[in-house]
C-alpha cells in the first residue's frame, strides 16, 4: 500500500513558477511509476506528466510540455512537478499517483490547489 501526500500548490500569477511535491509512504516507492494529473473547474481528471520507476521515461501532456518538468528521488520516496510559465488554464487540482509494475494509477494523494491569475 502507497499512501501519498501533495504540497506546494497555491496562488501564482500568470508566467511564475511554482513546484508540487508528492511524498510517498512504503518500502516499494521505487517500484512505481508515478503521474501528475489535474482536474479544473468543470473538467474531468486528466493526467499531466507521468515518470517511470527509474526516472528513465517520462510523459507530458501537450498542453505542458516544454513548460513543465516531471522528476523523482526514490531515496526520498518524493516526485515532483516543477511548473514554469504557468497560465490560467493551468488553474486545477492537481493530483500524484501511483502505478503499480504493469498496473494502472490504483493510489491517489488528496490533491493540492493551483490557481493561476492573469
Known amino acids: 500500500q502507497v499512501q501519498l501526500v501533495e504540497s506546494g500548490g497555491g496562488l501564482v500569477q500568470a508566467g511564475g513558477s511554482l513546484r508540487l511535491s508528492c511524498a510517498a509512504s512504503?518500502?516499494?516507492?521505487?517500484?512505481?511509476?508515478m503521474g501528475w494529473f489535474r482536474q479544473g473547474p468543470g473538467k474531468e481528471r486528466d493526467i499531466v506528466a507521468a515518470i517511470s520507476w527509474s526516472g528513465g521515461s517520462t510523459y507530458y501532456a501537450d498542453s505542458v510540455k516544454g513548460r513543465f518538468t516531471i522528476s523523482r528521488d526514490n531515496a526520498k520516496n518524493t516526485v515532483y512537478l516543477q511548473m514554469n510559465s504557468l497560465k490560467p488554464e493551468d488553474t486545477a487540482v492537481y493530483y500524484c499517483a501511483a502505478a503499480p509494475s504493469g498496473g494502472e494509477y490504483a493510489h491517489w494523494g488528496q490533491g493540492t490547489q493551483v490557481t493561476v491569475s492573469s
Open positions: 512504503g518500502r516499494t516507492f521505487s517500484s512505481y511509476a
